[in-house]
């Protein structure tokens, strides 16, 4: 208990529960939206409320990301990343693949509501990465598709993804980009803007009721590790059953060609059809004799 109010203490912008809550008050994230595109906002809603009540922190249905529309309905994805993930099986890059995982969530929401595909609205998929992806200093990489072999083509599905880079260096943004960027680097305040942001976490962390929705997020996620690791030794026990059984198996049916080549009254043929072993494992034990 008392290492989760630790936790929760220390928690900072770069934690997804603290972000989803900072950019839950409306002036916050409409500024940031503003700042990030240089447009004028008059309003903007927040979708995810009207999904569920009652979240499920469950491993794809937890809900990290903040998703708004504004008033002329484009659609805006947010997410904090603080780590770069790698897929342990393939060793590739997650977050490419995440954001057209988000992508598709968006389109999937919007058209189960009986939205024509020829309707949708434009969309950002928008990660505020504390790491430099594609490592040459931008403060923002924005993608559209474009056409291979006339890169002036674009096509027009306005559906735009931008990874942004808190590490950069160079690029064109503004004043109070620069200054969040340096608040979730360093904890730094020097705007008015980040100022808003650090008053707002002070706040969030003397609400008891923000306090014990997170100590139940951390409490369902230690659960669901829990689960997973017992159900990983369970299938580990029965993978290592069955491939004992088929070592045992092959043991013996090479015990068995032994003693019939000792015996030296079977034919190198019938010893490999009796044993199902191959003819020139059979040759090989024949050698090794």
Sequence with gaps: ????????????????????????????????????????IADINYLEAEKTLEPEYTSRGIRLDIIVADDKNTHYNLEMQVKNNKNPDTYTYVLPKRSRYYQALLDIDLLQKGQPYDLLPPTFIIFICVFDFFEKGNYVYTFKKRCLENRELELPDEATTMILNTKGTHGDISKDIKSFYDYVNNHIVTTDFTKQIDDE?????????????????????LDER????????AEGKEIGIAEGKEIGLAEEKLATAKRMLAKGCYSLEVIAELTNLSLADVEKLKEEA
């Design 1 to 40: 208990m008392q290492d989760l109010l630790t936790k929760f203490a220390n928690l900072t912008i770069q934690s997804d529960f603290i972000f989803k809550k900072v950019m839950s008050r409306k002036r916050i994230c409409k500024h940031l939206l503003e700042e990030l595109l240089q447009i004028e």
């Design 201 to 221: 976490i002070s706040y969030l962390k003397l609400d008891t009721k923000v306090r014990r929705e997170f100590m139940l997020m951390e409490a369902r996620l």
């Design 226 to 233: 829990r689960e997973g690791k017992a159900e990983g030794i």
